[in-house]
């Protein structure tokens, strides 16, 4: 059997593990791999060639992806999904494992539907949100590098005691905000999925803590926060209470950097059970994890609605800002 293996959409460190992991078992079952570059875009464009053993060599540790990434307009088309699915079965390919997040894994599943050609997914994305897993691939990294940039800015805030608003990634999903907040012992985190996080909530909750005696804060903003992100509330509070206060987007650098040894583990479980169970016949779900065990989700969940972080969690940032 010969399988083909892609990364789509935000690259997130444990990708490579997870290639790597696809490549090695499908070597001990006697059968092949074909690497596709740039995603999706590498099945329009027919971009595929072997990969080794050799060829994965020492992949484990850097982020991004050896495979590149990207999003793929061109695959929205259903033309193009049933032309990637006949070009795949002409080329010998009997199953495509897609690494990726939730608009990958809708372009795996429209594939899987219409054409019949074996998909499965392997949650890659530092955003932490697709339904029926408790993790993703880079998260804990993602994570990890956030809160390590964050306690240098605490440094640097109770020197000056200056409010600081630290953006971080998250366009649709609050996962590495509160986390990231509770981690670095944030005094307000700003996220989309929340209702009570307005501007004056913000206010009352700066200014309890002024009173009682805290003379430098940090605000974690996600990037898609409905206030429209960190800069902005940083404008409104300097206008409004004339604040000699920092804004700093982490952006990008939270998406690289090596993956932590959580996303290397899962990331190379993932990739070996996805292998067995296309040899085995399954197809049409992707990988998961649920309280420590290994699952698999049929990829129709992928339209269920996606995970929120807990409301607790939020609250207890609150709680221990005290
Ligand atoms: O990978 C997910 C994510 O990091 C989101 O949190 C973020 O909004 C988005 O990717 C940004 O991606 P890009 O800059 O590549 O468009």
């Excluded at 997130?12 to 070597?27: E, S």
């Excluded at 300097?238 to 950097?257: A, F, K, N, S, T």
Aim: one cysteine or more; a neutral charge; aromatic letters at 6%.
């Amino acid at each position: 059997m010969r399988f083909a293996v892609l990364t789509s959409g935000g690259d997130a460190p444990g990708m490579n593990a997870a290639i790597r992991a696809v490549v090695h078992q499908a070597d001990a079952l006697c059968m092949e791999v074909y690497g596709v570059w740039r995603g999706l875009q590498g099945l329009v464009d027919q971009e595929w060639r072997p990969l080794t053993s050799r060829t994965c060599a020492n992949i484990l540790q850097p982020g991004g992806t050896i495979l590149n990434t990207g999003r793929c307009q061109a695959f929205h088309l259903p033309a193009m999904r049933v032309q990637a699915a006949r070009d795949l079965r002409d080329a010998g390919v009997d199953g495509l494992i897609i690494i990726g997040g939730n608009g990958s894994f809708t372009a795996a599943e429209l594939l899987h539907r219409e054409t019949g050609f074996p998909c499965v997914g392997i949650p890659g994305t530092i955003d932490n949100d697709i339904p029926g897993t408790d993790r993703t691939l880079g998260f804990d990294t993602a994570l990890n590098t956030a809160v390590g940039a964050i306690d240098r800015i605490r440094d640097t805030a109770s020197a000056h005691e200056r409010l600081f608003l630290v953006e971080v990634m998250g366009r649709s999903s609050g996962m590495i905000a509160v986390n990231t907040a509770i981690a670095c012992g944030a005094e307000a985190v700003l996220y989309p999925e929340s209702e009570q996080d307005t501007y004056e909530a913000l206010v009352s909750q700066l200014r309890a803590g002024w009173e009682r005696g805290k003379r430098s804060s940090i605000v974690v903003v996600a990037e898609g926060d409905q206030s429209g992100g960190a800069f902005k509330i940083g404008e409104r509070l300097r206008d409004d209470y004339g604040l000699d206060l920092r804004v700093v987007v982490l952006g990008h650098i939270q998406r690289g950097g090596s993956p932590t040894a959580l996303d290397r583990i899962w990331g190379s479980r993932w990739g070996a059970e996805a292998v067995k169970r296309l040899a085995a016949g399954e197809s049409a779900f992707y990988m998961g994890v649920k309280a420590g065990e290994l699952v698999s989700i049929p990829l129709g969940k992928v339209h269920d609605q996606r995970p929120a972080p807990p409301k607790e969690l939020a609250a207890l940032v609150g709680v221990l800002a005290r």
